[in-house]
């Protein structure tokens, strides 16, 4: 990751310019902070770098923004010289859209610098545990990757800050499956360590969580030895483990620990644990299982050990100890990741969320929402014709936003001028070139509405039996697919808070978790649509024509996601496969249209849909079945389109873009010159056939020669995933939706 596309004189003085907003804030993935002063905090953004304040979050330096990724799984001062900081990279929260790591970064001028200091093919580091008094000797807990068993994963320990490292083994696992997903250190005796041990494994259409392997682990003699703790805890495969100790009474320890969630009633199981005895017996005392994989998290009082937190969706908090547990009495978060207490002074404390950090410093009773850092996590964006021009995008679980991309405010673009307008997971957002008022986008698992941004007045557009003129000519009344079983139900309610009454399509049609919707070049009142069938409007939404078979793979071992998450079902759609995941019409002949699919199919029509044929088998060089990320038909050449392919997904982090000339027949590879790192969207100029732009999970790049060469643009820019590109077609301005800053 470390190696990067030539730096050129032609791009070193054009800057990106940053336009926010920071209202939604984006996941928070780890917090540390000086136990001797709380206003010293470290932030680990999930996909947006890292920032440290010395104000308890007033202000914030980006301390992180150039280095191999700007995924972060764990931050880490030397408490005895905050000067020292570690950043391990690769968030751990095992999510679809989750990017990775290169390894391990120490500074030792606080945060002027970093120096990767190694574990670079561990791709996701959960957290670091460092000596409380010798600043040579540093644990870090790896995941390994998430989509593959390749590189290396486990318990890593150096004794010399970082110039070499050992992995711990000698009764640890070293299966090449399991990973370390949390280590702790008993705070009166740092040779006595307690790591969690997790198996786990991504696919496109399934997530595995758990393994025979896993469970917690303890070491009396600094990692040389350690024996797994059994007596009270989940008997057979367990999963997603997070472990604390009480500061003042380190025998006292807390566990979130996954297990079988079909284990009987009365048999210790996904839930809460607690020893009193330094892990040599445990005691059940909560039943949760509240999707663990991404935030099973736990935290102890250093001061009062009868105050326990589970950190979660379903955030708990016990006030005696563990035999009771209520709800969180205070606003905010909903999918919360790590947590910070002082132990100076138990009301303080900073909370980690999917909507970023908070903070108080009266137990809770208020609540500062620190959305001063600029970390949303866009998937795609459009842009109006408004001068200046508006830009609108969908958001990790932050809904979609729109907001200006210049201000005549002295002061620049504000918080206060971006607006929502509409909940849930956002993705792909559209606005009418014709008129701005009019506003499309997508909810997760393909919902679709249009909004009048000015009356807020909305219309529900996904296509459905009753909008599709043509159903009855497409559904198979034979068709045997059950309806997929999600555990966190999609659908049009999240928009708006409702759900209007009416039916839905039948299991037979798919949408991807980011389903995509693009307007017409030669109309913007035509919309289309993609599941695993494209979908066509021409009165903007209200009513629809199916205009293509099933365009994917239809693999019946592959389409119906219900059985997804291994120890504890979680379906919410990020693994609904064999669904269309980008369309492009020409804008030269609108009869020609371009489809990429996420279990790679590669699909151009000719003839408006009445005919398809799937080219991808004509890309050379690229695995069968690799995500087709983005289409991009020329401007310049009705037989000439971009395609860009992303197979992370399958563990493969290559770089693919291609073109064609001659309506996908043969292809040229145009990421020769490219470096490691998946690419997510295609561009090409407007006024420049030569001219030609990617982003990818670490940057965007630019080519002045189709493709042969490219030049990384990084001025003002952090190293961070860039999921969409759009050029404004009036002002000529690159605009890039990064997932993360």
């Known amino acids: 990751l470390q190696a990067q596309a030539h730096p050129s004189p032609l791009t070193h003085d054009l800057r990106w310019r940053n336009i926010g907003p920071a209202n939604m804030m984006g996941r928070v993935a780890a917090i540390d902070a000086l136990d001797s002063d709380w206003r010293t905090v470290l932030i680990g953004s999930a996909s947006g770098g890292v920032f440290l304040s010395d104000n308890a979050g007033v202000t914030w330096r980006a301390i992180f923004d150039k280095y191999g990724s700007g995924s972060i799984g764990s931050v880490a001062f030397f408490q005895p010289d905050p000067k020292t900081i570690w950043v391990g ?55 390994g990757h998430l989509w593959g068993t390749s590189g290396s994963r486990g318990l890593w320990k150096t004794i010399d800050g970082g110039r070499t490292w050992l992995k711990l083994g000698n009764g640890l696992p070293n299966d090449g499956k399991t990973g370390a997903t949390d280590i702790k250190m008993d705070p009166s005796n740092p040779d006595v360590l307690y790591v969690g041990m997790y198996e786990r494994l991504r696919q496109p259409w399934h997530y595995q969580s758990g393994g025979a392997n896993g469970g917690i682990f303890k070491s009396t003699d600094a990692g040389a030895t350690w024996t797994k703790l059994t007596e009270g805890l989940p008997a057979g495969d367990t999963g997603q483990i997070d472990i604390a100790i009480h500061r003042r009474d380190p025998r ?55 105050l326990i937190y589970v950190v979660s969706r379903e955030f708990k908090v016990s006030k005696d100890g563990g035999k009771t547990f209520g709800g969180r009495w205070w606003p905010g978060g909903g999918d919360d990741h790590d947590m910070w207490i002082s132990p100076a002074d138990s009301n303080i404390w900073y909370n980690a969320t999917d909507q970023g950090a908070q903070m108080t410093v ?83 698992v393909g919902f679709a509405a249009r909004l009048n941004v000015e009356t807020r007045e909305h219309q529900f557009i996904t296509p459905t039996p009753e909008t599709i003129v043509n159903y009855a000519d497409h559904v198979d009344a034979d068709c045997r697919e059950t309806a997929t079983r999600y555990t966190i139900r999609p659908g049009e309610q999240w ?54 078979p099933d365009l994917t793979t239809n693999d019946a071992k592959k389409r119906n996601a219900s059985q997804s998450g291994g ?15 980008t ?47 983005r289409v991009e038909p020329s401007r310049f050449a009705k037989e000439r389109c971009y395609v860009t392919f992303d197979d992370h997904r399958r563990d493969n982090m290559t770089a693919y873009a291609f073109v064609t000339e001659d309506f996908g027949a043969t292809w040229r590879s145009l990421s020769d010159d490219l470096p490691e790192g998946s690419v997510y ?50 002002d000529g301005d690159l605009i890039a939706a990064t997932h993360g800053r």
């Open 495 to 548: 928009f708006f808070g409702y759900s209007p009454d009416r039916p839905r399509l039948p299991p037979q049609f798919r949408f991807n978790w980011s389903s995509p919707l693009i307007l017409a070049h030669d109309n913007p009142r035509t919309v289309y649509f993609g599941g695993n069938y494209l979908f066509r409007s021409q009165d903007r939404g209200d009513s629809w024509r199916i205009i293509s």
């Open 252 to 306: 006292i320890l807390v566990a979130a620990v996954e297990a079988d969630e079909n284990l009987p009633e009365g048999v210790p199981g996904s839930g809460v644990y607690k020893s009193m005895d330094g892990g040599a017996t445990w005691s059940f005392l909560l039943k949760h299982a509240v999707r663990p994989f991404y935030h099973g998290q736990i935290a102890i009082d250093p001061n009062d050990p009868d």
């Open 681 to 730: 969207v295609i561009c090409e100029d407007p006024k420049n056939p030569d001219l030609l732009f990617v982003g990818t999970e670490f940057a965007v790049h630019a080519s002045v020669d189709r493709g042969r060469s490219w030049m990384r643009l990084d001025a003002g820019m952090p190293t961070v995933a860039v999921h969409d590109l759009v050029i404004h077609p009036r």
């Open 89 to 143: 990279t690769g968030e751990s929260s095992n999510r679809n859209s989750s990017g990775w790591g290169d390894g391990l970064y120490k500074s030792t001028d606080g945060g002027k610098t970093f120096q990767n200091v190694g574990l670079t093919d561990t791709h996701h580091i959960a957290e670091i545990a460092v000596h409380p008094s010798d600043p040579s000797i540093v644990y870090a807990a790896a995941l």
């Open 362 to 444: 009266d137990g809770g009773k208020t609540i500062t929402f620190l959305n001063n850092m600029a970390i949303g996590q866009y998937y795609a964006i459009g842009v109006d014709m408004r001068d200046p021009y508006w830009v609108i995008g969908g958001l990790q679980d932050n809904g979609i936003w729109t907001g200006p991309s210049n201000s005549r405010e002295p002061r620049g673009i504000l918080n206060m001028h971006n607006t929502w307008v509409g909940e849930g997971d956002g993705f792909h957002s559209q606005v009418d070139p014709t008129d701005w008022r009019t506003n499309y986008f997508v909810n997760h």
């Open 583 to 629: 369309i492009a019409d020409s804008p030269i002949d609108p009869a020609v249209i371009w489809v990429g699919t996420d279990d790679g199919n590669l699909q151009v029509t000719r003839d408006d849909g009445a005919s398809w044929q799937n080219v991808a088998p004509n890309v050379p060089g690229v695995t069968t079945g690799a995500w087709v990320s």
């Open 567 to 581: 120890l504890t079902r979680s379906v919410t759609g990020g693994e609904n496969h064999c669904t269309i995941v």
